[in-house]
């Protein structure tokens, strides 16, 4: 009776793509991820016929493995449980080690020591997913290294979730790239941090309290100062420059930065609020004299021929960009058969989940 069910287990099994995902960062994104793919296991069988299965889950202390597949529901407790100690060079050669096929490594950290491994997992043949955009966004060698290792490897890597969340707009690009068409101008609001900033700051509210405000939403970095210097957007048009053929470094976009000069860069988050609460009446100026012209203030994202730029820019009220709301994001793409009309690209362009489910929708390219 045991062969036969064991037996009728496997054919059931062999219905199914399985995907065995080892995910490091079960942060903000990561744990909403997890929290997705069990609510999906259904679907994604019944519906596309993958099976994902998570093999491994690292944080900064701790490391959890179970070949037979980590319970998503109590992951978290048995994490916090695990006498494993974090060390990515042992997670990586675990994942190296286990015989299996269809195997991916999930990066949902912002960390550059992980983001260093990457040349090794997808040299063992293991696929890549990753929201993380420091890996598209290093130097130029690095950028191409990536690139050749997928080839040489036949393996994936996949970041469409480093520019605007789920929203499509690295697949857009490069399927235009692909086809022929010819880039002429990239112009958008990239950041959804900024762009709730900017889409609050019109009713009189200090600009400090609106920054605070946003960081309670997570719609910031855990550090807001890391989305106010303009470097967040600035890496995202670095990615999208790269993607249509440019061969850029960061040094090369120019980028505004909205911290203030004499705010100190290694104070605590608490006292850079305490610090730019001194600056509100500096911003409210701005503001209103934006206002008095019938404008408002964005922070704009430029790439053409001419100039690759982040900074605030005073935009005409009747502008679509004014009306976005919340954390939207908002990319005109102009080529050369979308010139009269360019192809625009609006949504959520921050937040856990949205970001989460463009991990998935990567995911289940496999």
């Known amino acids: 009776m045991n062969t036969i069910i064991e037996?009728?287990?496997i054919k059931i099994e062999a219905l199914y793509k399985q995907l065995y995902v080892f995910l490091v960062g079960p942060g903000l994104v990561g744990s909403s991820l997890l929290k997705q793919i069990d609510r999906q296991v259904s679907n994604?069988?019944?519906?596309?016929?993958?099976?994902?299965?998570?093999?491994?889950?690292?944080?900064?202390?701790?490391?959890?493995?179970?070949?037979k597949g980590i319970n998503t529901t109590n992951w978290k407790e048995n994490l916090l449980k695990s006498p494993n100690r974090t060390n990515l060079d042992l997670f990586i050669n675990k994942m190296v080690s286990l015989p299996v096929l269809n195997k991916?490594?999930?990066?949902?950290?912002?960390?550059?020591?992980?983001?260093?491994?990457?040349?090794s997992v997808l040299e063992n043949g293991i696929?890549?997913?990753?929201?993380?955009?420091?890996?598209?966004?290093?130097?130029?060698?690095?950028?191409?290294?990536?690139?050749?290792?997928t080839k040489e490897r036949k393996v994936k890597f996949l970041y469409e979730t480093n520019v605007g969340a789920a929203l499509p707009?690295?697949?857009?690009?490069?399927?235009?790239?692909?086809?022929?068409?010819?880039?002429?101008?990239?112009?958008g609001i990239l950041s959804g941090a900024l762009s709730y900033i900017f889409n609050s700051f019109v009713n009189g509210r200090p600009f400090s309290e609106?920054?605070?405000?946003?960081?309670?939403?997570?719609?910031?970095?855990?550090?807001?100062?890391?989305?106010?210097?303009?470097?967040?957007?600035?890496?995202?048009?670095?990615?999208?420059?790269r993607e249509i053929g440019r061969k850029i470094e960061l040094k090369d976009i120019e980028v505004e930065s909205l911290v203030p000069e004499k705010i100190e860069t290694n104070s605590s988050v608490d006292r850079f609020f305490e610090e730019l609460?001194?600056?509100?009446?500096?911003?409210e100026a701005k503001r209103n004299e934006a206002f008095k012209k019938g404008k408002v203030l964005k922070y704009v994202a430029t790439l053409n021929d001419e100039k690759i730029k982040a900074g605030l820019e005073e935009i005409d009220k009747e502008h679509s960009?004014?009306?976005?709301?919340?954390?939207?994001?908002?990319?005109?793409?102009?080529?050369k058969l979308y010139k009269k009309q360019p192809l625009v690209i609006r949504g959520p362009g921050a937040g856990a989940d949205v970001t989460a489910a463009g991990v998935l929708s990567d995911l289940i390219k496999f």
Do not use: H, Q
């Not at 991916?104 to 040349?119: G, L, N, P």
């Not at 697949?171 to 692909?178: A, E, I, N, R």
């Not at 309670?216 to 999208?240: C, M």
């Not at 960009?321 to 080529?335: A, C, E, H, Q, R």
């Open 169 to 187: 707009v690295i697949g857009t690009l490069k399927d235009l790239v692909y086809c022929g068409d010819e880039i002429i101008e990239i112009k």
């Open 277 to 283: 609460k001194v600056y509100d009446k500096y911003f």
């Open 44 to 67: 994604l069988k019944n519906r596309i016929s993958i099976e994902i299965k998570i093999i491994a889950i690292a944080d900064t202390k701790k490391m959890l493995f179970d070949p």
């Open 321 to 335: 960009f004014n009306s976005l709301t919340g954390s939207d994001n908002i990319i005109y793409i102009k080529t």
């Open 7 to 9: 037996s009728d287990k």
């Open 127 to 149: 696929s890549i997913v990753t929201p993380n955009k420091k890996s598209n966004s290093w130097d130029y060698e690095f950028y191409e290294d990536i690139r050749r290792i």
């Open 210 to 241: 609106i920054v605070k405000d946003a960081k309670e939403k997570g719609y910031t970095e855990p550090d807001p100062r890391d989305d106010l210097n303009g470097l967040d957007v600035a890496r995202k048009l670095l990615i999208l420059s």
């Open 104 to 119: 991916v490594f999930i990066d949902c950290t912002a960390s550059s020591e992980v983001v260093e491994k990457y040349k």
